[in-house]
């Protein structure tokens, strides 16, 4: 005769009754522990196991005691900008303002000197006016949101035109032609994929154009035989009339020429655009935010547009984003302080030696690789960097997935390569083969 498992299997109840089941209950509550315990029998039963009540408690504690779903790892694909793994790290400062903020309660709408309701649309427009000379500005919860927002506040119900060249997807799902359709406003191709000039713009113009956008390209470039008009140009096409939008997408704030191809926000407030705007959370290294800056006529149809309530800044990210502008003030000090300025401009000699000692510890070799910005900006730079090469291919880089904290690697030509661009000395001590 073999044994029943069904029946010498414990019950829910027995389980609970135990000095481990109680633990368990003072640790992660009743109910969560009851539906775990079932779980784990309705498996064991499944299975036709017999299980020992010691054995069941502990499959329950395991799964009970895992990790939450989202938290940190360390990325070691030298991919800076990895939208997959939360783009931007904050700074220091930023972190900091984001506890103080969150521990208490806040100015979030509140006016201190009237001593009643304020505006969480006006904590960031004098910062934001001054790093980018425009009159006006304020953040909303990405900057698909603020796109969208800048189309519906100056184009809803009219045309909106638009170089074919720029008609994009930025990646998961994001199209431009898409964003245009919620926003209410009438796609307008002007030109072809390669070329458009200002007479396309010119031609394309009825009384029901309401908006010129130019959309930055982000992820890609079209290279040969090319011409899109400069904003200046196109400022002048839109005269008084039409809303020029410019989203820059990425975005920057300082004029990088050493380190980045990317003109910063300012030159297109200078070029005459009347709404710009950009990430909060690509090279600017703050949170997950849509940054709008122009003149104070469109910023202010931007605030009043219904939808701008919908897509509001939370005051985590406000509080993020605030001591992240405020460290631009001082390019040396965002250069310094904020973290994916800081490994864009890392020495190539320094990442080699925080490689190379990384090798030492875990035995592997070194390897030369290319860094990339990510976040579909400048998708053609290409930043020298070093790795610590491990060989053990996938397998190994699962193992690395499952550490505490999981380490994101690339595997190359059956090696792990520990791209030491995107990892400080900090990470690195954390990293155990
Ligand atoms: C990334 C990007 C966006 C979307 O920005 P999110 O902050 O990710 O919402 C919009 N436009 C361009 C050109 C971009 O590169």
Redesign the pocket.
């Known amino acids: 005769m073999t044994a029943n498992p069904l029946r010498d299997l414990p019950s829910v109840d027995a389980l609970l009754r135990t000095r481990a089941g109680e633990a368990l209950v003072e640790e992660h509550g009743r109910q969560a522990v009851v539906e775990m315990l079932r779980a784990v029998l309705q498996e064991a039963r499944a299975a036709g196991k017999v299980a020992d009540q010691e054995g069941l408690l502990e499959i329950a504690a395991g799964r009970l005691g895992r990790p939450p779903s989202l938290r940190r790892v360390l990325n070691a694909t030298g991919v800076i900008i990895h939208t997959n793994l939360g783009r931007a790290p904050l700074a220091e400062v930023a972190i900091e303002r984001v506890g103080e903020v969150a521990a208490g309660y806040s100015t979030l709408e509140y006016d201190l000197v009237v001593g009643g309701r304020g505006s969480r649309h006006d904590h960031l427009s004098d910062l934001l006016s001054s790093l980018t000379g425009a009159e006006a500005g304020l953040a909303v919860n ?4 603020a ?1 969208l927002l800048c189309l519906a506040a100056t184009a809803g119900g009219g045309e909106v035109l638009i170089s074919r060249g720029q008609l ?1 997807e ?1 990646g998961d799902g ?1 199209r431009i032609p898409d964003i245009l359709a919620q926003s209410g406003a009438r796609l307008v191709e002007v030109g072809t994929t390669n070329r458009t000039s200002v007479a396309d713009y010119r031609k394309a113009i009825t009384n029901e154009t309401r908006a010129i956008l130019r ?2 390209q ?2 890609f470039r079209i290279v040969g035989f090319t011409a899109h008009p400069g904003l200046a140009a196109l400022a002048e096409v839109a005269g008084g009339d039409l809303a020029l939008i410019d ?4 975005g920057a704030l300082l004029d990088l020429p050493d380190l980045l191809d990317e003109p910063p926000a300012r030159a297109s407030i200078e070029a005459g655009a009347d709404l710009v705007c950009f ?4 090279l600017l290294g703050g949170p ?1 935010a ?1 940054i709008i800056v122009g003149t104070a006529a469109a910023v202010g149809r931007v605030k009043r547009h219904p939808l701008a309530r919908a897509m509001r800044i939370d005051k985590l990210s406000l509080a993020a984003l605030e001591a992240t502008l405020e460290l631009y003030r001082n390019p040396a000090q965002a250069l310094a302080q904020i973290p994916v300025l800081r490994s864009l401009g890392e020495p190539a000699e320094r990442v080699r030696e925080r490689a190379e000692r990384l090798c030492r510890r875990l035995g592997g070799e070194l390897a030369a690789t290319t860094a990339k910005v990510g ?3 400048l998708p053609l730079l290409e930043l020298d960097s070093f790795a610590c090469a491990l060989e053990g291919g996938d397998e190994l880089a699962a193992q690395l997935r499952e550490g505490d904290p999981p380490v994101i690697a690339r595997v190359q030509e059956g090696r792990v390569l520990l791209d030491c661009r995107t990892l400080s000395d900090e990470d690195c001590d954390l990293i155990r083969p």
């Open positions: 990405n900057n698909a949101a796109v994009i930025i994001f959309v930055h982000s992820n989203d820059l997408g990425s990430s909060g959370d690509k997950q849509g976040g579909g900006a």
